[in-house]
């Protein structure tokens, strides 16, 4: 399906070079397997990886000044999102609102694996448990 969405004469390169970076080391263990800041790319988001084989197990209950969005790459996750619990399964997306404290576990079997999107050009958290 082909798309246009815009006319790609209406929007003027910034002057940005492409650019890249290593998010994690496939080898290195842990749940938190890296970051990439949207700073370190000249860029407006930041881009984490986390996985587990732990039941019940993932990031503590924290918040952010910005949005962060979580796609679930592998496995299941209950997310908690303020008063809201949702399941997401492998190829959902789900949306941390700003100002909001949530947390996510796996909830098996096996590994969960995402990607955590912070609409931020850095990692700015504060853990509330």
């Not at 004469?9 to 910034?14: E, G, T």
């Amino acid at each position: 399906m082909a798309r246009e969405d815009f006319d790609p004469a209406s929007v003027q390169p910034d002057g940005r070079p492409a650019s890249r970076a290593t998010l994690f080391d496939p080898s290195r263990e842990g749940p938190w397997r890296g970051s990439v800041a949207g700073l370190d790319l000249d860029g407006p988001i930041t881009v984490l990886a986390y996985g587990t084989d732990e039941l019940g197990v993932g990031p503590r209950l924290h918040v952010h000044p910005y949005d962060e969005t979580f796609i679930v790459i592998q496995g299941r996750a209950r997310f908690f999102v303020g008063d809201a619990v949702l399941d997401a399964s492998a190829g959902e997306v789900v949306l941390g609102p700003a100002g909001v404290p949530h947390k996510f576990e796996n909830l098996g079997p096996g590994r969960l694996q995402t990607i955590d999107i912070h609409h931020s050009p850095q990692w700015i958290q504060t853990d509330l448990e």
